[in-house]
Structures are given as structure tokens and as C-alpha cells.
Nanobody, 115 residues
Framework: QVQLVESGGGAVQPGGSLRLSCAAS?????????IGWYRQAPGKQRELVAT???????NYVGSVEGRFTISRDNAKNTVFLQMNSLKPEDTAVYYC????????WGQGTQVTVSS
């Protein structure tokens, strides 16, 4: 069983920045896995935002390319999502997902972008 705890969400004005963190209860290095950030806006389906593999390969949805950066700190068993130039359409609950020895989701953290 892997627990994932997200943090760093909040309210920010358009153009602002936030840094989300996803802390895993297991060692994220030394095994093949992919950790990703997903988001779900009200009335919409959950969508992929970005993923990073244990080998460091990253993948982004087109709408965040160039604005968001996903990274991982294996020593801290934590994955980060740096979000810059935030837009109102980025407003959603952001979830962390671990796929490796099993498939696990965090509880989510709210991000609100509004003036």
C-alpha cells in the first residue's frame, strides 16, 4: 500500500505561481514507476497534467507545456509540480498518482486561479 499526500494548493491570481508537492510513503527510487499529476475541474473529467518516470522522462498535456514543470526528489520520495503563468482554466483539484507496484491516488489539493 502506498499513501500519497499532496500539498501546496491554494488561491492565486492569473499569472501567478504555485508549487505542488506529492509525498509518497514508499521509496520511489529503485523500482520502475511513473508518478503523475492529474486534475479535475467542476463538471469535467479528470485529465492528465504531467508525468515523470523513474528514469526521469517527463510528459505534459499540451495546455501546460512551457508553463508547468514536473520533477522528483528521490531522496525525499517527493514529486513536485511547479506551475507558472497560471490561468483561470487551470482551476481544479490536482491529484497525484503513483503507478508501479500497484496504482494509487492521493486525496487531491485545490488550486483556484481567479482575480
Amino acid at each position: 500500500q502506498v499513501q500519497l499526500v499532496e500539498s501546496g494548493g491554494g488561491a492565486v491570481q492569473p499569472g501567478g505561481s504555485l508549487r505542488l508537492s506529492c509525498a509518497a510513503s514508499t521509496t520511489i527510487s529503485g523500482s520502475i514507476n511513473v508518478i503523475g499529476w492529474y486534475r479535475q475541474a467542476p463538471g469535467k473529467q479528470r485529465e492528465l497534467v504531467a508525468t515523470i518516470s523513474s528514469g526521469g522522462r517527463t510528459n505534459y498535456v499540451g495546455s501546460v507545456e512551457g508553463r508547468f514543470t514536473i520533477s522528483r526528489d528521490n531522496a525525499k520520495n517527493t514529486v513536485f509540480l511547479q506551475m507558472n503563468s497560471l490561468k483561470p482554466e487551470d482551476t481544479a483539484v490536482y491529484y497525484c498518482r503513483y503507478t508501479g507496484r500497484g496504482d494509487y491516488w492521493g486525496q487531491g489539493t485545490q488550486v483556484t486561479v481567479s482575480s
